[in-house]
Nanobody
Framework: QVQVVESGGRLVQTRGSLTLSCAAS?????SGWFRQAPGKEREFVAA????????FYGDSVKGRFTISRDGANYTVFLQMSSLNPEDTAVYYC????????????????????WGQGTQVTVSS
């Protein structure tokens, strides 16, 4: 069983920045971030391939969020900037253990393990 652990969520002001971290049992996986706001469906945020060469972003975060990988420690980061209240949500990290093309990382059904989520609240 793979344990996925997110960290870094907190209260931040509008136009602020925040970095989330995700670690999965000390192993490198293709990984993604999703978020879910109250009363809304879970939304794709960003993903990074196993090698780190390929990244994807949801339309609502392009140009503001950056996903990256710390190769030495297999930690995945989500750097968020220019935050606004619409970014308020529980952010989930997920990893893909199955062998699949990177393009599949944009769909939540293609992930094998999920973290418990970390709350990000952006105050106006």
């Amino acid at each position: 069983q793979v344990q996925v652990v997110e960290s870094g969520g907190r209260l931040v002001q509008t136009r602020g920045s925040l970095t989330l971290s995700c670690a999965a049992s000390g192993i490198r996986y293709a990984s993604g971030w999703f978020r879910q706001a109250p009363g809304k469906e879970r939304e794709f945020v960003a993903a990074i391939s196993w090698s780190g060469d390929t990244t994807f972003y949801g339309d609502s975060v392009k140009g503001r969020f950056t996903i990256s990988r710390d190769g030495a420690n297999y930690t995945v980061f989500l750097q968020m900037s220019s935050l606004n209240p619409e970014d308020t949500a529980v952010y989930y990290c997920a990893v893909q253990e199955r062998v699949a093309p990177p393009v599949t990382l944009q769909k939540e059904e293609n992930y094998d393990y999920w973290g418990q989520g970390t709350q990000v609240t952006v105050s106006s």
